[in-house]
């Protein structure tokens, strides 16, 4: 049991973009900026207001949209065509048939002209006849891939550029409430399709479908999720200042837990009567499985005594969780006998923090609700294309260019920006955790019973990796040390191939021939062993594996690779990845865990026998929609031999 969190959804549809400028200055069109500079970017980033409408999703099918921007300027001033451009967020592919138009696609109604730049990020340029008078509106139709239909499609924080000069971002656009966002209150604007059932509840439906869910004489539950046995009896226990914790030497801190919840001290010996008593007991496994048997406990409640018992740390600090949910009104708990055991072994969150950070702060309330919950496993997807989080000893350049978002079209000093996280290097997208960062989350996580699962995402999804290594290579070359740039490198230069992810990247693949991606991905194993090591051990490592785009077809390095191991075919590389990153994570000790569609070409899957030494694999499946047939693959990779976790 998993839950998989951040999965973008590829959509085809069409944009218009009506563009007028507003200006607090008096009417006087003579004033026209016919150079650009500082004052003409901040011109447009403070009075540029952006409003974002779709108009109809029943265009081609589930294929293509209507929409509409409108920028107003009620201002004096003239822009007429310069260096100034205009970024903005798509998460779905603009112009799909005419990729890719690396000279840019000239949008004739409206005088400027679109570019791609990378992922989400896409740019608007005037064109050398474009002129904006004061009230002007120019109106831009684009074609985008799919549809539509939630405000949330849409970025914020769009932002305003010019060589030499410093990035704006475009101040109608900001923040995450997306008011420059038109609603959604049509069928044509929220369905995705004609015949699509979907309809947003509005406050009364959701009302009335609430009310018919309600069922009368059933009591609230006391405890998430439900115990195995849960024998409640008449009367209730107040726990006060005169009850006492027993000391258990093997379980202090559960006891300790238990006495500052309540706020008893604790004492070495049993009194008669009015204590808290924790016990160890070898034969508790109420569902008479052997998976889970650790984390089972028993709790029994009278009104003169209160006894804690299981067999592991897991289950008395369970216990200690049910205890607090029943103690709810602050005063006295419930008389009665509560046996409980977990269902699955596996009881997973799924983070993605590379896409969106979330700070070690925000992290430890997640780690704390989990364990309220008594979910076992924190999956923390700690890169992606979007941000590099972790750092890495020897490897500043990892988090100082590849956890950090800004405008900066060489990637020197950051990573572009994406999703809607704005021109600044400071701003939303930006951030990453130190070592120590890291290792308070694992105490944090190893004392409420959590498993930490790193991910850090090969050979796809790796291109705040690739560009902060590439920036590493450029610096090192400057200074004439060759070996150290090429000693991580993960960039094949002369590499021709062309391909597009579905979340629109065209570069975002280590390459896995080289040397230096092997001499890498050790170094990052050994890293992350070695900070887990006098905490949690590292057990399971997550390698991702998704999404790979027909990358290494024209790499130099690949074709040499392949030769030397008698191979033709590029398409055996992604299976060859999986095996290496396989017999790695073997001798390390360590089980190897992937998403699926990593262990499968096509429809195929690898056979699980032909992995040549660590075949306990994890494969997380997070295709599994019924409505599209895909329904199956979790049992598919099942019956093939695979561990899974349906995420």
Not at 181 to 194: D, S
Not at 312 to 317: C, I, L, S, T
């Amino acid at each position: 049991m998993g839950i998989k969190m951040e999965k973008n959804c590829p959509m085809l549809y069409f944009v218009t973009i009506a563009v007028v400028f507003i200006s607090n200055l008096q009417a006087n069109s003579d004033i026209v900026y016919n150079s650009t500079d500082q004052s003409l970017i901040d011109y447009i980033a403070e009075n540029a207001e952006i409003r974002y409408d779709v108009m109809s999703n029943f265009v081609d099918k589930r294929r293509t949209f209507t929409s509409k921007i409108t920028i107003k300027n009620t201002g004096n001033l003239t822009i007429a065509y310069n260096n100034w451009e205009i970024y903005f967020y798509a998460i779905r592919l603009v112009q799909p048939n005419e990729y890719p138009y690396k000279e840019g696609f000239k949008l004739h109604n409206c005088k400027m002209r679109l570019y791609h730049v990378a992922g989400s990020l896409c740019k608007l340029c005037p064109e050398r006849n474009f002129r904006m008078e004061s009230h002007d509106v120019v109106e831009c139709k684009l074609v985008m891939k799919y549809w539509q239909s939630a405000k949330t499609d849409t970025m914020p924080n769009w932002y305003v550029w010019a060589e030499g000069l410093t990035s704006r971002d475009i101040e109608s656009t900001q923040g995450d409430t997306l008011t420059f966002v038109g609603p959604f209150e049509r069928p044509e604007q929220y369905q995705r399709y004609a015949d699509d059932g979907w309809s947003p509840f509005t406050p009364e439906s959701r009302f009335k479908k609430n009310d018919e869910l309600a069922v009368s004489n059933v009591s609230e539950k006391l405890v998430i999720p439900t115990p195995v046995e849960m024998n409640m009896k008449s009367g209730s226990v107040k726990v006060d200042s005169s009850w006492t914790v027993v000391n258990s030497t093997k379980y202090y801190q559960v006891a300790k837990l238990i006495a500052e919840h309540f706020g008893l001290t604790i004492r070495s010996t049993k009194p008669q009567e009015k204590f808290i008593d924790i016990t160890e007991q070898h034969d508790l496994n109420p569902l008479n499985v052997s998976t889970t048997v650790n984390e089972a406990y028993l709790i029994q409640i009278s009104s003169q005594y209160i006894t804690v018992s299981a067999r592991a740390k897991a289950g008395m600090f369970y216990a200690y969780q049910t205890l607090k949910s029943i103690h709810q009104d602050g005063k006295s708990l419930p008389l009665c006998v509560i046996k409980d055991q977990p269902r699955f072994a596996y009881r997973g969150m799924h983070l993605d923090v590379g896409r969106n950070f979330f700070s070690k702060e925000e992290i430890l309330k997640i780690l704390e609700t989990m364990a309220m919950y008594k979910l076992n496993q924190f999956h923390f997807h700690l890169t992606e294309d979007e941000g590099w989080r972790l750092e890495i000893p020897g490897i500043p350049e990892l988090t100082e260019i590849g956890s950090r978002r800004c405008h900066d079209l060489n990637e020197d000093t950051c990573i572009l920006p994406q999703l809607g996280s704005g021109s600044s290097k400071n701003g939303l997208g930006s951030g990453f955790y130190t070592t120590e960062d890291y290792m308070e989350i694992l105490r944090y996580a190893n004392d409420r019973n959590i498993q930490v699962i790193p991910e850090i995402d090969m050979p796809g999804h790796c291109r705040a990796g690739i560009k902060a290594l590439e920036a590493r290579y450029r610096k090192y070359m400057k200074i004439g040390n060759e070996v150290e740039a090429n000693k991580y490198l993960l960039t094949d230069f002369a590499d021709k191939t062309q391909y597009l992810t579905v979340q629109w990247f065209s570069d975002n693949a280590i390459n896995i021939c080289l040397n230096s991606t092997a001499v890498f991905i050790r170094h990052l194993i050994t890293s992350l062993i070695e900070m887990h090591q006098d905490i949690q051990p590292l057990n399971i490592y997550h390698f991702g594996g998704d999404e790979v785009a027909g990358a290494w077809k024209e790499s130099p390095e690949c074709k040499k690779f392949l030769s030397k191991k008698g191979i033709n075919d590029t398409a055996t590389l992604k299976r060859y990845f999986a095996h290496f990153m396989s017999n790695l994570t073997n001798d390390e000790g360590l089980h190897m865990a992937v998403w699926a569609d990593a262990l499968k070409e096509g429809n195929a899957l690898y056979n699980i026998s032909a992995f040549p030494t660590n075949q306990n694999i994890i494969a997380y499946n997070w295709d599994n929609l019924w409505e599209r047939g895909h329904g199956d693959k979790a049992y598919k990779l099942a019956n093939a031999g695979y561990k899974v976790c349906v995420s």
